[in-house]
């Protein structure tokens, strides 16, 4: 699987953006899908995850209520949708895919094996 993430810009604090990841090669629709990000000086956080078949979402506390994390399958693309952007939002965020067979933890990163590029968001105050 290859993962083109886009969308990424530049917002003032309070605005939003919609992420998108889209995926090429295998089947996507049974794959597990999340989103991570890593700001300047720091390790990559877990954000949101959509897992398979259950379509169960997971949110880092951080973002539950202003984040949204939803697929097409059919587009073969998981989407992140950010709502009440905050200054601390900044970082260049990834998403990632894992084989809908397995069942590891969905917030770590070791839990994927295909990452897109990054898309690089940045929230002015």
């Known amino acids: 699987v290859q993962l083109q993430a886009s969308g990424g810009g530049l917002v003032q604090a309070g605005g939003s953006l919609r992420l998108s990841c889209a995926a090429s090669g295998r089947t996507f629709s049974s794959f597990h899908t999340g989103w991570f990000r890593q700001a300047p000086g720091k390790e990559r956080e877990f954000v949101a995850a959509?897992?398979?078949?259950?379509?169960?979402?997971y949110y880092v506390d951080s973002v539950k209520g202003r984040f949204n994390i939803f697929r097409d399958n059919a587009r073969r693309t998981v989407y992140l949708q950010m709502n009440s952007l905050k200054p601390e939002d900044t970082a260049v965020y990834y998403c990632?895919?894992?084989?809908?067979?397995?069942?590891?933890?969905?917030?770590?990163?070791?839990?994927?094996?295909?990452w897109g590029q990054g898309t690089l968001v940045t929230v002015s105050s």
């Open positions: 959509f897992r398979w078949p259950s379509d169960s979402t």
């Open positions: 990632a895919a894992d084989s809908g067979m397995t069942s590891r933890n969905p917030t770590i990163a070791t839990s994927y094996d295909y």
